[in-house]
């Protein structure tokens, strides 16, 4: 509610200091640019959507002039908020700090374009004039926007950890670019008149699919590893809870050794695929009551190699297979990455603290004394990563004491015995 009032406030600065658009038409016809870009905006990372209206708002700016461009803008940014989408799940709050968050990146961004194009008339020698102001004005907004979107995206989902976002600096730098084609555009229709219309048309729409582009890869790239992770559960229902588990550690590790997000996305996604040679592997093995001998483990790791070499030659899973590749050398006690370490340190603490149809789990403290123990395979600070991430939060895995532990063996232990 505080970036919807705060809004509020900037909307009525502005309509007290700025006169209203002329031609009408012509700012009704980027309204509905405006509003169209917004309402098409897609997810390029967890709750993080983009569109290319950034370049219809600098272009506005350009063309109305800096005496009602601002408010022009501000104006479409209050309609855009009321997306159908919000009212049909009744999200009242969202679509108020959407407000919130465009008018105030506008005024911001948009005014110091105002403030920095040249008075009257521009002309053909204004047009490094213009740049130079589009440049700073593009990136004070999209530094403000980011950060409003990110208040609000913290405040809006409390209950649910959004994920860290990545290619931030490629998403920043195509705003960027966007806003001051935009601007350009602008210069464009002063100088030329309406027959440039469709021109910017295309400019708007390009920039809408270029982002459309990235989303579908990116959609594309979790619907295949999330294809795979049900199929593997499907086999072997263990997997399921190990593999979130695992997903949970690598994540909380990551942030601990301060991983950027292209980074920890990559080692999620290897957390949830690491099993994937499952596949291959014949049930009687999976699903071994005792434990794998030597032979056992042998052919385990034979079956799941092809599965994982037939994937690596999909594209967008090669970066995700090179560290599962790494990460069974390391767990074999080979050398590796610190990717591949700290998914080997997290799948064995998982494996310690969790229960086996031929093996209890140990407590959780004698699973970190383990981890400590192997630090020369894992690396100490993989190590401490993980045990600072897990007890940051407060979470206990495994029996919650030694006698607990015991009595989980000795009821193991005879269900061995009755196989």
């Not at 009408?24 to 309402?39: C, G, N, Q, S």
């Not at 592997?281 to 071994?288: C, E, G, N, Q, T």
């Given at each position: 509610m505080v970036l919807g009032a705060t809004g509020a406030v900037a909307l009525g600065l502005l309509a007290l200091h700025q006169s209203l658009p002329r031609p009408?038409?012509?700012?009704?016809?980027?309204?509905?640019?405006?509003?169209?870009?917004?309402?098409?905006?897609v997810e390029v990372s967890d709750r993080l959507l983009i569109s290319s209206a950034v370049a219809v708002a600098f272009g506005t700016v350009v063309v109305l002039g800096r005496e009602s461009g601002v408010l022009a803008v501000a104006v479409m940014a209050s309609l855009a908020v009321a997306h159908p989408s919000y009212l049909a799940r009744?999200?009242?709050?969202?679509?108020?700090?959407?407000?919130?968050?465009?008018?105030?990146?506008?005024?911001?961004?948009?005014?110091?374009?105002?403030?920095?194009?040249p008075p009257g008339p521009l002309t053909r020698g204004d047009l490094p004039r213009v740049l130079a102001a589009a440049v700073p004005a593009a990136l004070l907004h999209d530094w403000v926007n980011f950060r409003l979107v990110a208040f609000m995206t913290r405040r809006l989902y409390p209950q649910r950890p959004v994920q860290p976002w990545s290619a931030l600096l490629s998403n920043h730098l195509a705003m960027t670019l966007l806003a001051v084609f935009g601007s350009l555009c602008g210069v464009a229709y002063l100088l030329a008149g309406p027959v440039v219309l469709p021109l910017m048309g295309l400019t708007f729409v390009g920039g809408h699919f270029g982002f459309a582009s990235y989303a579908r890869l990116r959609r594309a790239?979790?619907?295949t590893v999330h294809g795979f992770v049900k199929a593997i559960?499907?086999?072997?229902?263990?997997?399921?809870?190990?593999t979130d588990r695992v997903t949970h550690f690598v994540t909380l590790a990551g942030r601990e050794l301060e991983l950027g997000p292209e980074r920890i996305e990559r080692l999620q996604s290897a957390a949830l695929l690491h099993d994937v040679g499952k596949l291959a592997?014949?049930?009687?093995?999976?699903?071994?009551a005792e434990p794998l001998t030597a032979d056992d483990e042998r052919a385990v790791v034979r079956h799941m190699r092809v599965v994982e070499n037939l994937l690596a030659d999909i594209e967008v899973l090669a970066p995700v297979l090179r560290i599962?590749?790494?990460y069974h050398r390391v767990a074999a006690g080979g050398r590796g990455s610190r990717e591949a370490r700290l998914l080997a340190?997290?799948?064995?603490?998982?494996?310690?603290?969790?229960?086996?149809?031929y093996r209890a789990a140990v407590t959780q403290e004698h699973a970190f004394a383990q981890l400590r123990a192997d630090a020369e395979v894992f690396g100490a600070d993989v190590v401490e990563a993980l045990i600072a991430g897990i007890g940051r939060r407060g979470e206990v895995y495994g029996p919650p004491d030694d006698a607990s532990s015991a009595e989980v063996a000795r009821l193991v232990k005879e269900r061995a015995l009755r196989a």
């Open positions: 009408l038409w012509l700012w009704a016809l980027l309204a509905a640019a405006y509003v169209a870009l917004e309402y098409s905006a009744r999200r009242w709050t969202l679509p108020v700090a959407n407000f919130g968050q465009l008018v105030l990146s506008s005024t911001v961004g948009l005014g110091l374009l105002a403030l920095l194009l790239h979790l619907d559960e499907a086999l072997d229902p263990y997997t399921r809870g190990h592997v014949p049930a009687s093995l999976l699903r071994k599962i590749d790494e340190a997290a799948d064995a603490f998982d494996a310690m603290t969790s229960t086996r149809s």
